[in-house]
């Protein structure tokens, strides 16, 4: 059950530097503040505390289980145990996953839009034709997860591990992925018109006729590609 008091990883962090350095969030939000010495150690301990939070709100484990075209909309499932689970054509659109296990689960034409998957361990699944419409992926490891064909339109992949995985044909228009470890990902065929790829890293990665008009490429060294 969502508490009460839930919120989003990102309001959440800003309401623990509030606490954690007794100034009002304005304060420390206001471009040119300098105070700043504080707010590394304030994430790394908000980090403990939601990792601490989400091990107890999480729900029943269910490894290797099938939930095919289960209907779980606006489910609130955080740090829940779906390894190598069966999840496809499952319906999880607005669902809260945050530091959700789904390594190896099928996840084979699953709808996903509007879903928060920070920081979730998808690692070799295969979410391929999946929709990811404006999904939440930010630090989530999707280490050679298979999203050939994925709708990933807006979606949110800063910071996301994505070496290895297979991109081939997805639709990543106007998807941020800023700081995103692309590499030796299959890109081909790819549509990352208005993405934002600054600071990704493309080592290895095979982008041949990839679809990167208007792409934010600031950063991005694209002579390793």
Do not use: C, H
């Not at 390894?83 to 296990?101: C, K, P, W």
């Not at 280490?143 to 807006?154: F, S, V």
């Amino acid at each position: 059950e969502r508490p009460s008091n839930w919120l989003p990883r990102e309001e959440a962090l800003e309401e623990f530097k509030a606490r954690y350095s007794g100034e009002k969030r304005k304060v420390f939000q206001a471009e040119g503040y300098e105070n700043t010495g504080w707010i590394a150690s304030a994430e790394q301990a908000f980090k403990k505390q939601r990792d601490s939070l989400l091990t107890r709100l999480r729900a029943l484990d269910f490894p290797s289980a099938n939930l095919r075209k289960a209907n779980l909309e606006q489910a609130f499932l955080p740090g829940l145990d779906l390894r190598d689970a069966d999840l496809r054509t499952v319906y999880l659109e607005r669902a809260t996953l945050e530091g959700a296990d789904l390594m190896g689960a099928n996840m084979q034409d699953a709808d996903l839009r509007d879903a928060n998957l920070q920081y979730a361990f998808l690692r070799d699944a295969n979410l391929q034709n999946a929709n990811l419409f404006a999904t939440n992926l930010q630090d989530a490891d999707l280490g050679r997860a298979n999203l050939q064909d994925a709708y990933m339109w807006g979606a949110n992949l800063q910071d996301a591990d994505l070496r290895g995985a297979n991109l081939q044909d997805a639709d990543l228009r106007g998807a941020n992925l800023q700081d995103a470890d692309l590499g030796r990902a299959n890109l081909q065929d790819a549509d990352l018109r208005g993405a934002n790829l600054q600071d990704a890293y493309l080592g290895g990665a095979d982008a041949s006729k990839a679809s990167l008009q208007i792409a934010l490429l600031a950063s991005v060294d694209l002579s390793v590609v």
